[in-house]
């Protein structure tokens, strides 16, 4: 019976993969679409810094800035299938973030006026493979969709095209969002230890705070260098959060952070400037050697902190900001948030968020 079971289980997958490829395909490039969540218009489409515009960028950060973090596509379609198609360049694996994170999607349709998960694309777990086709999401009611599409968060991308049944339609949609906020930050806000695109702290601020968020997380190497500043004068936002604290040193923060923010103010002069306060490493409570590396960031940023609100105006500093909870159940390895540190942060960061922007009329 078990053996009968088995075998009739096969046969129906070979029929609904039939099926599919009997309905066909018609893939349409993504840049075709609209492509949101970009620091500026320039570059490559699916690059989110154009790294030319930077003669302070190392090279080494030039190759992170042409990841597509935090870039996702917008696009209408009446189709009850859709399908991406993807070539990225050679890429590492993360040990703390899941692939769909790295190399994958996830897509999310507009349901009863919210932005409501819907699926993923998955790529082969092969790390040498460069080339995937996978679904997003499949037997959808008919009727148009509004869909939104959040593009790998650690990898560079060659082509992406978006496949619909044949004959239906896909079409751009405008920008969903009102606001621009651009995030500065490490590998907290690159994202590492999210289970998928659209599911890092950024990104679910940009759909709750109805704004476009632009990611330049750079993991491990966001030290306060000159290179972030001359991104952030040459470009405009609403505002900038910068999560600047968790890479430094205490002595690179006491030596760099004034003078990061009064470059930036001399440029933006009333943008307000949110700085986030870096996680307490829960793994610090046993690890005395980080647990004093993890005080004393915080120290320092604290310290600091204080006298920049006091000398420049429109300055901010969210103390709790990446408060993971007492029970250190909210990071992957004592400093990357799970999905449920990541609920927790928000729950502590957003109100606060809102209450600044919501004094400069961003709401």
């Known amino acids: 019976m078990k053996r009968l079971f088995i075998v009739a289980v096969a ?13 066909g395909l018609s893939y349409v490039d993504a840049s075709t ?64 973030s899941p692939d769909i994170y790295l190399r994958g999607m996830d897509i999310y349709l507009r349901h009863e006026g919210q932005w409501t998960f819907a699926g993923v694309a998955r790529p082969k777990t092969d790390p040498a493979v460069v080339d ?29 095209e978006i496949g619909v049944d044949e004959g239906s339609m896909i079409k751009a949609a ?12 490490s590998s907290l806000t690159h994202g590492e230890g999210a289970p998928r695109p659209g599911a890092n702290y950024v990104a679910q601020l940009g759909r709750r705070l109805n704004a476009e968020t632009p990611n330049l997380g750079h993991s491990g190497q966001c030290k306060l260098q000159q290179h972030f500043v001359d991104i952030v004068c040459d470009n405009k936002a609403d505002a900038f959060i910068f999560d600047a604290f968790s890479n430094p040193t205490a002595d ?5 952070l004034y003078d990061f923010v009064a470059q930036i103010r001399a440029k933006h002069k009333k943008t307000p400037l949110i700085f986030l306060q870096t996680v307490r490493r829960t793994g610090a409570m046993f690890d005395l050697v980080a647990k004093k590396r993890n005080d004393d960031q915080r120290a320092a940023a604290e310290k600091l902190m204080e006298q920049v609100c006091k000398d420049f105006k429109n300055v901010y500093f969210i103390n709790n900001a990446f408060d993971t909870g007492a029970d250190n159940e909210g990071t992957v390895d004592n400093s990357h948030l799970t999905d449920h540190g990541i609920y927790r942060v ?14 400069h009329g961003i709401k």
């Open 11 to 23: 046969v129906v997958a070979v029929v609904i993969s039939a099926t599919a490829q009997e309905r």
């Open 33 to 96: 679409l609209t492509i949101i969540n970009k620091i500026h218009d320039a570059g490559k489409p699916l690059e989110r810094l154009d790294v030319e515009r930077y003669s302070s960028l190392t090279p080494a950060a030039a190759k992170v800035f042409r990841h597509s973090t935090g870039l996702a596509l917008v696009f209408r379609t009446d189709s009850r299938n859709v399908y991406v198609r993807w070539s990225i360049h050679p890429s590492k694996l993360r040990a703390n």
């Open 132 to 160: 995937f086709e996978a679904p997003l999401i499949r037997n959808m009611a008919d009727g148009e969709k509004e869909c939104l599409v959040y593009l790998p968060a650690y990898v560079q991308i060659k082509s992406l």
């Open 174 to 185: 405008p920008s969903p969002f009102k606001h621009k906020i651009v995030f500065i930050g």
């Open 252 to 256: 690179i923060i006491n030596e760099r």
């Open 346 to 359: 928000l729950q502590i960061m957003e109100p606060q968020l809102r209450e600044i922007l919501s004094h």
